[in-house]
T-cell receptor, first 113, second 113 residues
Framework: QKEVEQDPGPLSVPEGAIVSLNCTYS??????FMWYRQYSRKGPELLMY????GNKEDGRFTAQVDKSSKYISLFIRDSQPSDSATYLC?????????????FGIGTKLQVIP | DAGVTQSPTHLIKTRGQHVTLRCSPI?????VSWYQQVLGQGPQFIFQ???????GRGNFPDRFSARQFPNYSSELNVNALLLGDSALYLC????????????FGPGTRLLVL
């Protein structure tokens, strides 16, 4: 079983829709939860990070963490064609004095005009 | 301010050769991490360097090595290249040792023939 599971998609939605992206994980030691956006042939771009459980909002993006269920989500409101990209979840736990970051496989999102 | 820069952008090598990839972090950032991203997968952690010392290593063979220089730039070296080493190699920098707010460069795309 992978430490981080993420549906690779692709996920196609019409412009303006609310998008829900999710990851599950098995390592209860994970403390930081991040979401990255990666456009084709580019490096990942940090969107948001949260520590432990709870919600965090930034503009059209909302990140949720439920540690009891080992489940994290990213919601995108009023989705735009420019949001079309691969979305990577990532998690880190302190191990031996440093934080090893583990990524999901990424979900490919296409927003159709 | 310039973001994380990596060189070269693309590289073609043959099996058995050696390769050196370079990374310059965001000004003021003291931590550099290296990741390998195979097509269709999420980034896999290779190394983290903080204050010029190795602080973490992922599950990669000893053919992979790295170092960080006094100006915090970094090199990733891979010896005895295999076909399976073909991937996008990403460098990420963060201000301190924590990787929850790391910023990625555009990557070096390595093709091993």
């Amino acid at each position: 079983q992978k430490e981080v599971e993420q549906d690779p998609g692709p996920l196609s939605v019409p412009e303006g829709a609310i998008v829900s992206l999710n990851c599950t994980y098995s390592n209860s030691a994970f403390q930081y939860f991040m979401w990255y956006r990666q456009y084709s042939r580019k490096g990942p771009e940090l969107l948001m990070y949260t520590y432990s459980s709870g919600n965090k909002e930034d503009g059209r993006f909302t990140a949720q963490v439920d540690k009891s269920s080992k489940y994290i989500s990213l919601f995108i409101r009023d989705s735009q064609p420019s949001d079309s990209a691969t979305y990577l979840c990532a998690m880190s736990a302190g191990t031996g004095g440093y934080q090893k970051v583990t990524f999901g496989i990424g979900t490919k999102l296409q927003v159709i005009p | 301010d310039a973001g994380v820069t990596q060189s070269p952008t693309h590289l073609i090598k043959t099996r058995g050769q050696h390769v050196t990839l370079r990374c310059s972090p965001i000004s003021g950032h003291k931590s550099v991490s290296w990741y390998q991203q195979v097509l269709g997968q999420g980034p896999q952690f290779i190394f983290q360097y903080y204050e010029k010392e190795e602080r973490g290593r992922g599950n990669f063979p000893d053919r992979f090595s790295a170092r960080q220089f006094p100006n915090y730039s970094s090199e990733l070296n891979v010896n005895a290249l295999l076909l399976g080493d073909s991937a996008l190699y990403l460098c990420a920098s963060s201000l301190y040792r924590g990787q929850e707010t790391q910023y990625f460069g555009p990557g070096t795309r390595l093709l091993v023939l």
